[in-house]
């Protein structure tokens, strides 16, 4: 009995929250005391087809944004935390991956904007996902930090004394083996990259508007209705990546 109540109470504290900002995505007029919002409709909804800002445009560029920065990250990370794994130098190289998380992404973005605004990439899709990238690789490379290990170097030394050569060693073996660091990888990166927002809105100077720039630039102006629609949309991806995490990852351990 106890732990159904914990579950309920569990499920609750996760729920009310996404439930409570659908309503307030529907609402036309909610003031306090009152604990149900005085009027009800879709008319926010169709906020996202009639207003300039275009928030369905925005959703698909954060979409964008946050695939290709997962997808190169999750790439590169794999083959260069292999090397920085197996260097001499390897505690060195870790301790510098740690750096960029030593500063705000904020402080990061006023160090780089200069070579951003120099070569004319500040203000673009391109400057932001290069920019994104700058700060989530090195936590790429620390997911992949485990995932080289003693036992996955025999396997591949064990590989080669076979007779395979380095492509099939990476199809047959590795890539098979490194299926949840690289799964891992890519929903963290592309969390990390989906949420951002301090550094997304310096680089993209204002120009490149992602769905989490929207929801703050809402916050700002005190429209509580059109940012609540923004993070009802801003929620979609994490939900899916859970789910999917949760289909296809735990149950097939």
Same mark, same amino acid.
């Given at each position: ?18 439930v ?14 009152a ?7 879709f008319?926010?909804?169709e906020?996202? &087809?009639?207003?300039?800002?275009? !928030?369905? &445009? ?11 920065? *997962?997808v ?20 060195t190289? !870790? ?9 705000s ?6 160090i780089?904007? =200069? ?16 920019? &994104? ?6 936590? @790429? ?21 076979l @007779? *395979? ?13 490194s ?17 951002? =927002? ?7 100077? @204002? ?31 994490p939900?899916?990546?859970? =789910? ?10």
């Amino acid at each position: 009995m106890f732990k159904k109540i914990l579950q309920y109470v569990f499920i609750s504290s996760i729920g009310f929250p996404l439930v409570f900002l659908l309503l307030l995505s529907l609402s036309r007029s909610w003031q306090f005391p009152a604990i149900w919002p005085q009027q009800l409709s879709f008319a926010n909804w169709e906020f996202l &087809q009639k207003s300039n800002a275009q !928030l369905f &445009q925005t959703f698909f560029l954060s979409v964008g944004i946050s695939l290709l920065v *997962a997808v190169t990250v999750t790439v590169l990370a794999f083959f260069i935390s292999k090397e920085i794994a197996y260097s001499k130098r390897k505690s060195t190289y !870790l301790f510098l991956t740690y750096i960029p998380y030593l500063l705000s992404p904020v402080i990061m973005a006023v160090i780089f904007q =200069y070579y951003f605004i120099l070569t004319h990439l500040s203000g673009t899709f391109l400057g932001v996902a290069l920019a &994104q990238f700058l700060i989530a690789f090195p936590f @790429g490379v620390l997911i992949y930090t485990n995932f080289w290990n003693k036992q996955i170097n025999e396997l591949e030394a064990l590989s080669y004394t076979l @007779g *395979a050569n380095k492509w099939q060693t990476l199809k047959k073996v590795l890539l098979p083996l490194s299926k949840n660091a690289m799964i891992l990888c890519f929903f963290q990166v592309f969390l990390i990259s989906w949420f951002e =927002y301090g550094l997304t809105n310096l680089i993209g100077t @204002g120009k490149i508007k992602t769905l989490t720039v929207s929801v703050f630039n809402f916050i700002n102006e005190a429209n509580i209705f059109y940012a609540a629609l923004a993070c009802c949309l801003l929620v979609v991806p994490p939900m899916i990546l859970l =789910y999917i995490n949760k289909r296809y990852i735990f149950i097939n351990r």
